[in-house]
């Protein structure tokens, strides 16, 4: 989504600014502080540099010339708004004005200012009489401005390297000074976290630490100067061995429990960052601060930080500890018990995958942690992070070992209803993991599962995650008739459950489910949920919704039920015609909807035109099998029509591919998900070929653009974790292939006929017989990226054109601000933006004139802080009307081009002089029936 600045939008931020401005000369300081709080989400409205530029100007006037209640009312807005402060274009003009309030006498008036340097930061790091300030405010004997030195300090080390490596004298000498008190001293050593600008800083910043670690052995100072010693080798990369030492050394000799708990915290920050230069004497020495220490507070951070290890690679360095750290896994501390045995787990999963570990290993691993997660409470919620460290190490035990599946999966379910809420999710999660590695083991679940749903009291709160257990089930593990058997029997005891909840959230609750089915391809269970409460909701938007994937099941239903049986070609045939009618309906329910589903309806529509893909591709295998016998004619308009299908199905990958770049804001599921779908495309044009075209051996299909850098669809399973690659969709394409690579060979030297047709209609048979599912980001958007433009010259009103003379140029400026809705960290990072600016002509004045199709310009301008701008100077070689066709597109840190971006057109006329002086003299004429026109005379 995005939007554009019109001349409307311009005018409007004109009259905010002006009642802005207004407030700020009012005489009442209660009117100037309201108007200086609105300044936020005016340049939130209009993030432009004309008015930005504006508005801080103004914002620095007021600051000059105001008391100190006021300017400390702009500091917080500067600071509110700092993400906007690189679009001050008059950056000069706005420093002198808050540059001469630090002349001032007034301490409190000079340590504001202070503050305000170190907010706007960003865009006055290099000033020279910025730093020397600073310098001077450092050596201010008033506290409030000291204070404020230091706060300007931190913020301009942050930014400037030149500041950081002038400063670091000063900041050197009052840190060992005895003068200084110990509570400033605390202060400015974080600032020698940010001195990370060079390799020399850094080196004199690491030795005047360790040298104040000697010289100052008081407790505050020691935590701190660990604490920034940390922070500097994170950032840096640089004496990370040396650090490890160092903080081994504390951990292991001090005397006090404070510094050596923080010892160890600044332990566990370095192992999640840099684990691979751990060897094993420090893995020894980390062991030896988990032997030694006298409280379970430190034993268990010690052992969180070799878990964490242990996830590394740096596990094949840790083989030692396994028999070491058996006595803690028998400890009554559960974090101490759960860490030991993630550890040793992890190392006997590594053995494993060498062949040099015993089975019998395994299984006591799995019964110490089966019988610690029984006799824990985990039901406080401190305790959430052990509970899942304690499952997945059951979860990987069985995946090293299947033949413990069994008596893990018992396990689970003997935890299942002594827990509740995030708890019984994780459990029902581990369930699923569990019993995906082993196939086969769940067939006596079901029955458990729908026992403890029938006796629980907590059927609200249990009904959506049990269903997820089920929902996953079918979709992996059973075949069709196992799968109609038991989904005879969940499904009705299912919906009862849900239908019979007295709870006002019931409906929601079944719309969960519903939504949960259809993510995972089980359309039994959310279509009855979907038509129930589309006859139940009142407001027409989503009644439209509901009918909509209601539709859609209805359509998976039919081809489901027709490809998993042994349909003839007009049952199939006939099927898919009536699943595309019902996907069209589908289409318009969801473009009724408000606000329609633009991904949906994409999506759907991709989807109406890979079933109407597979009917074509059917319908030929029709006619072969009924052709007569084979003449060169015939194979020749038979290889036209299997042609004609490879290119159907490279044509849909390309849709799918298209709209896989319009996802910008989709999480990675559905992207990998969407990747598949274009895939499986791909596969199936590539063994139509090579069966009946190129006859060619069958080889892997690859995406048609390196924009689908998922997963690719032939892979090894271990490589996606996604629940379609894996199983339903990336399972089928992996046999299809396998199957083409076994049968294509025996055919591929026979003349094209009936073989040939039954082969292409049971892969064709094989895809159809898997669900397609409605990816996550149809239901649940986590994010939001809109990209706002503006023109300059700015777009006219309708009807309306921008004038400009032949032979001249038309200079286009694009700026763009990105803006970005969501509580949810963005999945990708926004590198930079690709401008795309494309004329063309309307209408040209000459009809006699050669056309000249003007040139497309493209740029790549980086993104800074959510703002982009660049300019174009474009060439109209002919008089007449042009469209200006101007398209913003996303680029991320991988490279990938994502057309979400907007898109603008600009009318341009191009006159020559005579015809402008004509128009002019046109203008001048009085008009007819004008008062002042004469009437004419008639000749008699």
Known sequence: MSEGLTNDTRQEANVALMEVEKGLRSSRVGDQCEAIVKFPSLIDRFPFPILINAAYLKLAEVYRTSINFLRLNILKVLQVTEKHLNKITSVDEFLRRIYSVIHSNDPIARAVTMRVFGSIASIVADKKNVHHSIHHGLESTDQVEASAAIYATHCLCEHSAIFAAGVYDKIATMIQGLTTPVEKKLDLIPILDLMHHDTETVTQVRDLCVRLLLSHPSLSLVSALLQTLTTLTLHTLVHSTDQVKLLLYYAQGDSRKVIRQKALSQLNKLVSQVPHIWSKNMIQGLYLVVDRAGRDKEKSSGLHALYILSLSAAVHNMTFLKDKLLPFTYSQSASLAIYSIGVVTNIIVAMHKKGVCECAEVVEVVKMTMEVCLLTDFRELKEHCLFKVALSSLVRLTGAHHDVSQVVLDCLLSLLPLLLGVHASVVCQALVSTATITSGAWMHIIPKLMEYLDNTANTQQMLVPVTAVFVQLFASEFSQEAREEHM???????????????????????????????????????????????????????????????????AQSLVLSAARKSATYSDLISSLCQSSSMVHNAIMFLKASDPPSLFGVQFLSVHA?????????????????????????????????????????????????????????????????????????????????????????????????????????????????????????????????????SAGESIQSLPIGEKHSSLLKEFCQMLLSVPVCLPQYMFVSLQQTTVKLALSPPIPPTGQHISLILDTHLTLKVEGVIQHAGKQKMYRSLRAVHVRVKPEVEKLVSHNTKTLEPKTLELTEPVEKDYFQTQFVLALPLPGYYVVHIEASLLDNHGTVWHTGHKETLPVVVNTEENLKLKSKENLLPRPGSGDSKQPQRNN
Not at 490 to 512: C, F, Q
Not at 532 to 539: G, P
Request: net charge positive; charged share 15%.
């Open 488 to 554: 005879s029997l969940v499904l009705p005891k299912l919906l009862s459950l849900l239908w019979g909840l007295e709870h006002p959230s019931r409906l929601w609750l079944a719309y969960k489910v519903a939504r949960k089915a259809s993510i995972m391809g089980i359309h039994e269970i959310s279509m009855p949920i979907y038509s129930r409460l589309s006859k139940l909701v009142t407001a027409v938007k989503y009644r439209n919704w509901l009918n909509a994937l209601c539709q859609f099941c209805e």
């Open 609 to 741: 035109s890979w079933l109407s893909t597979h009917s074509q591709l059917l319908a030929t295998c029709v006619s072969l099998s009924t052709m007569p016998p084979p003449s060169s004619d015939l194979s020749r308009s038979t290889e036209k029509k299997f042609q004609e299908c490879v290119s159907q199905f490279q044509l849909l990958s390309q849709m799918y591919d298209k709209l896989y770049t319009t996802l910008f804001d989709a999480d990675p599921s559905t992207l990998e998900y969407v990747t598949l779908l274009q895939q499986s495309c791909l596969l199936m044009a590539s063994i139509i070929s090579s069966i009946t075209c190129s006859r060619r051996p069958l080889v892997s299909p690859k995406p048609s653009t390196p924009s689908s850098g998922c997963v690719p669809v032939l892979a090894p399973v271990e490589m996606s974790d996604n629940f379609n690659t894996k199983f339903l969709l990336g399972q089928i394409c992996r046999s299809v292939y396998q199957r083409a690579q």
